[in-house]
């Protein structure tokens, strides 16, 4: 069974770490992800205040449809970026959709943030209603901020991932 990693993200920070996350499990592990329907995506100030808006008043962002095999994987790591201490709108219907088949699985979370996470796992968890393992990661926008410590956090993230899977082997 392999695993698959979910992910969005509009300025690269959450992509980075996704690839990061996938470059240190070994066996099969496929990336997903989450893209919006709209063409156009908004970056910088702009991006900040229109997806903020959105955010904060629980519109809609339309995504892209998937045709993802659920039963290909037995382990699924769900990350995002925080918006407004939230989890982005594209991610949280995306979660809403496939909420059933992810459930499912061993689930994993990670992150990215300016500074302050919020209750980025505490939504995400409120709307799966699992348990996540290992503690969830989270990196202060490591594409665009890059530090030392951060390879070591995903090396250990990714860690006590690969024990476990070994334990249960
Ligand atoms: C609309 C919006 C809201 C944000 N709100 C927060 C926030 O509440 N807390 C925080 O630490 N960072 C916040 N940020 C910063 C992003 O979480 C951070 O830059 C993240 O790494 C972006 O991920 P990405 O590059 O994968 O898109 C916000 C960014 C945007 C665009």
Known sequence: MKTLIIYFSISGNTKWLAKQIAAHLPGETDLHRIELSSNKIWKGAVGM???????????????????????????????????????????????KKHKEQ???????????????????????????????????LTLVEPFQHPKDTNDLRVKAFTQEINAAKQQRA
Request: aromatic share 14%.
């Open 49 to 95: 205040f229109l997806y903020g808006m959105k955010t904060i008043f629980g519109m809609k962002m339309d995504i892209q449809a998937d045709h993802i095999n659920w039963s290909e994987y037995n382990h699924v790591i769900i990350g995002g970026p925080v918006w407004v201490a939230s989890v982005p709108p594209p991610l949280r219907a995306f979660v």
């Open 102 to 136: 992810i459930a499912q699985k061993t689930v994993s979370v990670f992150c990215t943030c300016g500074g302050n996470r919020g209750s980025f796992f505490k939504q995400l968890r409120d709307v799966l209603g699992v348990k996540f393992w290992p503690d969830p």
